[in-house]
Nanobody, 124 residues
Framework: QVQLVESGGGLVQAGGSLRLSCADS????????MGWFRQAPGKEREFVAG????????YYADSVKGRFTISRDNAKNTVYLQMNSLKPEDTAGYYC?????????????????WGQGTQVTVSS
């Protein structure tokens, strides 16, 4: 069973960096396509980044392209989101998600498992 736990969120000044981690205690992460989503207060949850099972293909929302990097270490059952040059508009709860499908999907409905989320707050 997939059990996702995010960590690494916090408060950072604009221009700073954070690295989020998503660990799978079920030790099955290599079987899943992984994605990061975020949700700000009063807004819809949106796709941030996704990565294929082997890590060879990655996808990003236009708003984070060039600033965020998604990666995975299947031996450690962990997916990462390196966030650089953070902006106040990046403030949100960040969630990792896993899906069984063939390729990364931008739609949250395509994902089968979700973590509880970690809060990222970027001050100006």
């Amino acid at each position: 069973q997939v059990q996702l736990v995010e960590s690494g969120g916090g408060l950072v000044q604009a221009g700073g960096s954070l690295r989020l981690s998503c660990a799978d205690s079920g030790r099955t992460l290599s079987s899943y396509i992984m994605g990061w989503f975020r949700q700000a207060p009063g807004k819809e949850r949106e796709f941030v980044a996704g990565i294929s099972r082997g890590g060879g293909s990655t996808y990003y929302a236009d708003s984070v392209k060039g600033r965020f990097t998604i990666s995975r270490d299947n031996a450690k059952n962990t997916v990462y989101l390196q966030m650089n040059s953070l902006k106040p508009e990046d403030t949100a709860g960040y969630y990792c998600a896993a899906r069984r499908g063939v390729r990364v999907s931008l739609g949250q409905e395509a994902y089968d498992y979700w973590g509880q989320g970690t809060q990222v707050t970027v001050s100006s």
